[in-house]
DNA sequence: CGTATACTTGATTGTGATCAACGACGGTGG
DNA sequence: CCACCGTCGTTGATCACAATCAAGTATACG
């Protein structure tokens, strides 16, 4: 429910080299052959720190830049006047965040949940690149649809689905892209650096109820939690308890 | 919670002229120039008629055409396993359905509300169109932006709004929407051919309590409804039981 | 160590779900 | 034109999941 506070900030480090980012496959400039990343690569103005807790962009603001995050976790999200919060998805290291089409307003706001990374990408240069090269585009166009495919399942769990099953939901689809990006070296990325309250937020339930559902679960060994962590044990009973439709679950391991 | 069947044929009608197509501004083609429609027109296979209740693609199906709904109520829904239903849009005319990219399937299904008409575009044709029309690809992406940001705002209804709220803003929505697209000459166009079912399968509740909530809304004299019908009678009060943020306020009179 | 933030747990309330029965409307066929 | 039937809508009684209110504990951080 807290407001947070606006921090982007120029990142002081020498910008990482496109050609050996960790995260490309995942991102807008997976099309991009590897021989021509540093002429992309001119298409990037900066990369950004933005702390904890720190907005990146608000609901309402026009902003002139997308980002592709690079490192940490950053909640999109909506506020009701009387102060309700809706988040709308945690963005993981290789998501593209705040496109706009045309400079319309934000439609959301964007806040990290934990020290990120962040590489920008100015507006006019973007649409430049997207003329120059089609592929990308069409990779927009992909991303676009990806986005909806999930936006459209995150309906599905918030009006259907019961607490324990919307919450079971998103655990799944969490771990699942964390293991998609989980390199051989880094086992401590599957524990989930999120607050109850963001959680209960997501699942569009209260904080109260979602500690509740969370107990559950821990005594069912179905996961392992503490202090704005949360780690996965079981996929299995998890997914057994999530109601998921048997097209969902095909379509997560193929990927997209 | 009706499954309908699978029923889209060829319209033996004349099909219409893109030329004189009255909702072509709010559609796909909007980007093309009024000299160059003949030559678009040939993009498109045929006019298909799809009677209410009949299924025009399922979840699952991997469909090779896309459509913009010429005449007509549809709507975008999935199912669980347990049978419950969320409806995710209800398309109106001028309105793009059934893309998806690159042979991927289905993410949700289609159903007729009413007869209708639709437009459709093969996936071979639409590819080729994009690529020699990057003005069309653009409007593409633009719409794609534009239910997205619907998507998150259904997302903040069925999280956070109390049924009356909810229901509130969908009525709202379908007015706004329905407003652009009417023409002098058609004033019961004001009228949304919904049953219950179908509100509260949108609203995330149960059919009975839809039947209260409106029930609630007509003694309040905000609307007037009757068998499949709901008429929006005081969009002002409406607004003000929606709980809707400032933003989407403005939002809903500039239009997209 | 002290204070913020995050999490837990209990008691009570309330919104909306469920179960059930009936009434109204619209389309169909005699 | 009327009778019938299926779909759709209404209303009442009861129940349950989750919200709210409230107090207390644990963990991280400066």
New interface residues.
């Given amino acids: 429910m807290k407001n947070g506070y606006s921090g982007l900030r120029a990142r002081k480090e020498k910008p990482t080299d496109c050609r050996v980012c960790p995260i490309r496959n995942l991102a807008l400039f997976e099309a991009v052959r590897d021989d021509l990343l540093d002429w992309t690569q001119k298409y990037r103005s900066q990369q950004y720190a933005l702390d904890a807790r720190r907005v990146l962009y608000r ?2 603001e026009i902003i002139d830049e997308s980002f592709t995050l690079f490192q940490g976790w950053i909640m999109l999200f ?5 102060g ?3 988040v ?1 998805r945690f963005a993981l290291p290789g998501d593209f965040l705040g ?4 400079g ?2 934000a ?2 706001s964007a806040m990290a949940i934990t020290d990120s990374i962040l590489c920008g990408f100015p507006e006019d240069r973007l649409s430049q690149l997207f ?1 120059e090269r ?1 592929e990308i ?1 069409a990779k ?3 991303i ?6 999930q ?6 769990s ?4 019961s607490a324990i099953e919307s919450i079971a939901c998103m655990l799944i689809d969490l771990h699942d892209r964390c293991l998609e990006r989980d390199t051989a070296g880094n086992p401590k990325a599957l524990d989930f650096p999120l607050s109850q309250e963001e959680i209960a937020d997501y ?2 339930i209260t904080l109260v109820h979602a500690s509740r559902v969370i107990k559950e679960l821990r005594d069912k060994g179905v996961i392992d939690n503490g202090h704005r962590k949360i780690r996965v044990l079981d996929v299995e009973q998890l997914r057994s308890i999530a ?5 969902e679950e095909t ?1 997560s391991i193929t990927g ?1």
């Fill in positions: 609901e309402g909506k506020m009701l006047p009387d309700k919060r809706q709308l496109f706009r089409d045309g319309e307003p439609n959301h003329r089609p585009f927009l166009v992909s676009q649809q990806h986005d909806m495919s936006c459209y399942d995150h309906v599905m918030v009006g259907q689905k699942a569009g109601n998921i439709s048997l097209l379509e997209f």
